[in-house]
């Protein structure tokens, strides 16, 4: 069986909640991990098939077939990758921003929004707890869980929704993380990884069609206000459509303009059979 990753936040629970509640079978093995560590796991050859995040893709894009149809982004906010400052972000020139390892796409997206959107040029450290960092009051990047808990122990003037920031800005979509195979996985077993594909993809339709079921397992793994569930999930695109893709290519040329990434690559997938249509 192929080893796949799984992210391990409610955020995509509206593509894995068919498979925890047995709706439908998945045909490789699940780790799930924070992002920055699903990525090592897919660099190293640890896991075949995962979510990659977008910058890791873009910076490695050579090694792996870029898959169809799935993504992790949003169409403007999204909710769970914040920057939390007191200090507006036009006026972070100088200043420490506290950013999470758990995220590159987020740490990437946050540079090119600040060193490219408002011309500023902040030192960056990594911060191993961020939400206790904000709520001391220092510029930080929250992302998941953390980003949404938030909302709840710092000022909502203070809460800075990089997606919203991106949409003001480029007029395009975020993606964060798309769907990747290992060259050397797909060349020995193309149709498993179409399989693994095909399986994520009717999760996604089942969780469109049971947007119940996927909140209370959501509530069920972290409890939030009720109605939360519901807002947060309409605000995020899993499709990897051409929207989708035209957001990571205006991303990966940011990525280019700030030297983040050596060379731009096609964001198009490689093998759009991979999903049955």
């Known amino acids: 069986m192929l080893r796949c990753g799984r992210i391990a936040y409610t955020n995509v629970l509206p593509l894995y909640a068919a498979v925890d509640e047995g709706a ?12 920055s560590r699903l990525n090592a796991m897919l660099l190293s050859g640890e896991l075949d098939v995962s979510p990659i995040s977008a910058f890791e893709w873009a910076k490695h894009a050579s090694e792996f077939v ?3 149809d799935l993504c992790v982004g949003a169409r403007a906010d999204v909710v769970s990758v914040v920057l939390v400052s007191a200090v507006p972000p036009a006026l972070l020139d100088g200043e420490t921003v506290y950013v999470t390892d758990a995220s590159a796409t987020g740490r990437n997206l946050l540079r090119v929004i600040l060193e490219r959107r408002y011309g500023v040029s902040p030192a ?58 290992r060259r050397d996985a797909y060349a020995r077993d193309p149709g498993g990884v179409a399989d693994c594909m095909r399986a994520l993809a009717e999760a996604r339709a089942w969780g ?24 947060y999930y309409g605000k995020l695109n899993f499709t990897f459509d051409a929207a989708a893709q035209r957001g990571l290519s205006a991303y990966c040329r940011e990525l280019s303009a700030i030297g983040a990434i050596d060379a731009v690559p096609p964001c198009t997938p490689e093998h759009l059979d991979a999903v049955a249509r």
């Open 24 to 35: 439908v079978a998945y045909p490789g093995t699940l780790y799930a991990a924070v992002p």
């Open 66 to 68: 870029l898959l169809p």
């Open 124 to 181: 960056y450290a990594t911060e191993p707890h961020p939400l206790e960092r904000a709520r001391a009051g220092a510029p930080v990047l929250l992302i998941g869980d953390a980003a949404i808990d938030a909302v709840d122990v710092v000022p909502a003037a203070h809460v800075y929704d990089l997606g919203k920031l991106w949409r003001e800005w480029t007029g395009e979509n975020t993606v964060f993380a798309v769907w990747a195979a």
């Open 208 to 231: 469109n069609a049971h947007g119940d079921r996927v909140v209370a397992l959501a509530q069920r793994t972290i409890a939030r206000a009720p109605g939360f569930y519901e807002n």
